[in-house]
């Protein structure tokens, strides 16, 4: 793949914009780090991020959206998180907070859990594309997953080039560290995540993963999981992989993009079954299936 390097302005913007709304990731400028922005609507669209990055769990991602009346039409503000807001937005501050019912958001971008991580950002180049693909973008840093996080364009080809298409050059960012992370989901305010804004809240404790940046630890599902399952045993509810067909499955033509696109909606459909336990078939060690195999054997630990 050829990644384009343009500047910020109109015109490539509204590529950018295409190209999102085609189901394709692009970088974009914020005012903390380089973003890796796709439609947090799409499934498939945000496992290409995974994808891209290289990431080596499906930990939770921040969406960016527009406005604080676009945030709250994703998760439930209580008076403290939406106090934090209206003083910090836009600017940045993320916020985890409980998912509401029929979001519409992607269940990989939460990782199976049931609370979001929300952002107004600042840059005009990020607000820019809100603005014009007119959907919540998922956007974490546009760099290999481990590698050091890019303030600048060059940063980004260096480090995703050839894999991803097109950059959106918009000079170095302002602030060049990930944004604080403040949990608002009831009871006392909760510090995920140190970053350029100073919240008065606790650190959190223990390693739950609610949010980038923290230990990571799996999705557990209520029952039972069996892995590099070729077949179900009784009772067992089979999530199938290209020839393993199963009762679901991640993806019948293998295609690990849509695997990544499915998997914690299927394991949600699994543990809600009437089966008492859960397998899933052979998910190759290659590109994404690295990350989805990380993800299963949390889930299985």
Do not use: C
């Not at 937005?89 to 993320?94: A, D």
């Not at 804004?197 to 209520?222: F, M, N, W």
């Amino acid at each position: 793949m050829e990644t384009r390097v343009l500047p910020f302005t109109d015109e490539t913007i509204a590529e950018a914009a295409e190209l999102i709304l085609a189901g394709e990731p692009v970088a974009v400028a914020t005012e903390t780090v380089y973003g890796l922005a796709a439609d947090a609507t799409r499934p498939a669209a945000v496992a290409r991020i995974y994808e891209a990055k290289g990431r080596p769990s499906f930990n939770p991602l921040i969406v960016h959206v527009i406005d604080l009346t676009a945030a709250e039409r994703l998760g439930e503000f209580n008076d403290e998180a939406r106090q934090l807001a209206e003083q910090h937005w836009p600017g940045p501050l993320t916020l985890v907070v409980p998912l509401r019912p029929h979001a519409g958001i992607a269940s990989i971008i939460t990782a199976g859990l049931p609370t979001i991580g929300l952002r107004v950002p600042r840059h005009a180049a990020m607000q820019a594309l809100l603005r014009a693909t007119g959907r919540p973008l998922a956007a974490p840093s546009a760099n290999l997953s481990g590698s050091i996080s890019p303030t600048r364009a060059e940063h980004v080809a260096k480090s995703l080039g050839g894999r991803i298409p097109l950059i959106v050059d918009a000079g170095a960012t302002d602030r060049g560290l990930e944004s604080t992370i403040v949990a608002a989901t009831g009871g006392p305010l909760r510090l995920l995540r140190p970053g350029p804004i100073e919240v008065d809240a606790e650190a959190a404790s223990g390693d739950r993963i609610e949010a980038p940046g923290q230990l990571a630890t799996h999705y557990a599902p209520s029952k039972p999981l069996r892995l590099n399952a070729t077949s179900a045993e009784p009772d067992e509810f089979l999530i199938g992989f290209g020839p393993v067909e199963g009762d679901e499955s991640l993806s019948a033509s293998g295609d690990l993009i849509e695997a990544a696109a499915r998997l914690f909606d299927l394991l949600h459909q699994a543990d809600a079954s009437g089966r008492s336990r859960i397998a899933v078939a052979p998910v190759p060690e290659t590109g994404l299936g690295v990350a989805i195999n990380d993800r299963l054997r949390r889930a299985a630990a």
